[in-house]
């Protein structure tokens, strides 16, 4: 049985995202250029800001899984170029620890959670936009003209 969570290179993982997005993980910087029939907005989180980190992770909503894991990338972790791999009973827990041990809040930008078992990424988006993309994810033109010359 996997530990509770891990701290992971991105480098480490990236093949095995590549294998759900089609794309690297730096996919994400160019997501608002998806193609329409893959993402649907859910709902949008209001004056996120002024809201806890553990209400707004309730807000989004995730699909409840027993005892698979998950993959979170957040602006925190992406900038150190780390992902979380998460056993899903214990995300909760550690985001509301996340603020204590890092002295940043969870939610302080962009966040993703690819669900590998689901082929599907949730964002919660840094204007309070909760999007559901299914995978493997697809750019319209100019955002994998943007995509192909991030990765030259």
């Given at each position: 049985?996997m530990?509770?969570?891990?701290?992971?290179?991105?480098?480490?993982i990236?093949k095995?995202?590549f294998s759900?997005?089609?794309?690297?993980?730096?996919?994400f910087e160019?997501i608002?250029?998806?193609e329409?029939?893959?993402?649907?907005i859910k709902k949008?989180?209001?004056?996120?800001?002024n809201m806890d980190?553990?209400?707004?992770l309730?807000e989004?909503?995730?699909p409840e899984?027993?005892n698979?894991?998950i993959f979170?990338?957040?602006?925190?972790?992406y900038?150190?170029k780390?992902?979380?791999k998460?056993?899903?009973?214990?995300i909760s827990?550690?985001?509301e620890?996340?603020?204590f041990?890092n002295?940043v809040c969870?939610?302080?930008g962009?966040?993703?959670f690819?669900?590998?078992?689901?082929?599907k990424?949730?964002?919660?988006n840094?204007?309070?936009y909760?999007?559901?993309?299914?995978?493997?994810?697809?750019?319209?033109?100019?955002?994998?003209?943007?995509?192909l010359?991030?990765?030259?």
């Amino acid at each position: 049985m996997m530990e509770n969570h891990k701290i992971l290179p991105i480098k480490d993982i990236n093949k095995e995202i590549f294998s759900i997005l089609g794309m690297d993980i730096t996919v994400f910087e160019f997501i608002d250029y998806a193609e329409k029939d893959i993402f649907t907005i859910k709902k949008v989180i209001n004056s996120w800001e002024n809201m806890d980190d553990v209400l707004i992770l309730k807000e989004i909503g995730l699909p409840e899984r027993k005892n698979k894991y998950i993959f979170i990338l957040n602006d925190d972790l992406y900038f150190q170029k780390k992902i979380l791999k998460i056993n899903e009973g214990f995300i909760s827990n550690y985001v509301e620890n996340y603020f204590f041990e890092n002295g940043v809040c969870f939610f302080n930008g962009d966040v993703f959670f690819i669900l590998i078992d689901d082929k599907k990424v949730i964002q919660f988006n840094n204007d309070g936009y909760v999007i559901h993309y299914d995978t493997p994810l697809k750019l319209i033109e100019k955002g994998m003209d943007k995509y192909l010359k991030s990765i030259d």
